[in-house]
T-cell receptor, first 112, second 110 residues
């Protein structure tokens, strides 16, 4: 009955090698979010989609991109991962921008 | 998370009650949330309270909101080992943004 699904749960990549993380949802929510969470820190919002409208946070590095090909799926692309990008990446969804956010299980990214 | 503050650690004996405290600064907050994060997992929504409420109870969980002092607390009754986790307080300003606290690590000892 998973509602927000993230694949893979663990991803290992090499320094500078592009990587894509995947999120899907069965809730038919309008909004999908990507957060970065480093060890012992709170989640930090990278960007979100309201339907097809992309909203980037001001301090999100250009290295991070996102795609939302349809309502159910959203991807996080890291063009050239650095060691500092190793983190847990969390996807969340909400029905509307003011509604409760539901999180997926996260993808743990390791950069070698 | 600089607008939301939580104590970092709480140790509690199994069977006792846990109380996790949070303070926030934005009086225009509409919803306040408690999320639970177990090791290596995502954030699980535990409960939330609307800003015009003082209290919300849901089984073992009780949320108290003091708007005047901008203080939110989460009480877990009869704490179990499965309650060991990091608990995040978060406030919503009514737009898409959630402002998280740094998280309180709760350790339940036998």
């Amino acid at each position: 009955d998973a509602m927000v699904i993230q694949n893979p749960r663990y991803q290992v990549t090499q320094f500078g090698k592009p990587v894509t993380l995947s999120c899907s949802q069965t809730l038919n929510h309008n909004v999908m979010y990507w957060y970065q969470q480093k060890s012992s820190q709170a989640p930090k919002l990278l960007f979100h989609y309201y339907d097809k409208d992309f909203n980037n946070e001001a301090d999100t590095p250009d290295n991070f991109q996102s795609r939302r090909p349809n309502t159910s799926f959203c991807f996080l692309d890291i063009r050239s991962p650095g060691l500092g990008d190793a983190a847990m990446y969390l996807c969340a969804t909400s029905r509307d921008q003011r509604d409760t956010q539901y999180f997926g299980p996260g993808t743990r990214l390791t950069v070698l | 998370g600089e607008d939301v503050e939580q104590s970092l650690f709480l140790s509690v004996r199994e069977g006792d009650s846990s109380v996790i405290n949070c303070t926030y600064t934005d009086s225009s907050s509409t919803y306040l949330y408690w999320y639970k994060q177990e090791p290596g997992a995502g954030l699980q929504l535990l409960t939330y309270i609307f800003s015009n409420m003082d209290m919300k109870q849901d089984q073992r969980l009780t949320v108290l909101l003091n708007k005047k002092d901008k203080h939110l607390s989460l009480r877990i009754a009869d704490t179990q080992t499965g309650d060991s986790a990091i608990y995040f307080c978060a406030e919503s300003m009514g737009d898409y943004k959630l402002s998280f606290g740094a998280g309180t690590t709760v350790t339940v000892r036998a």
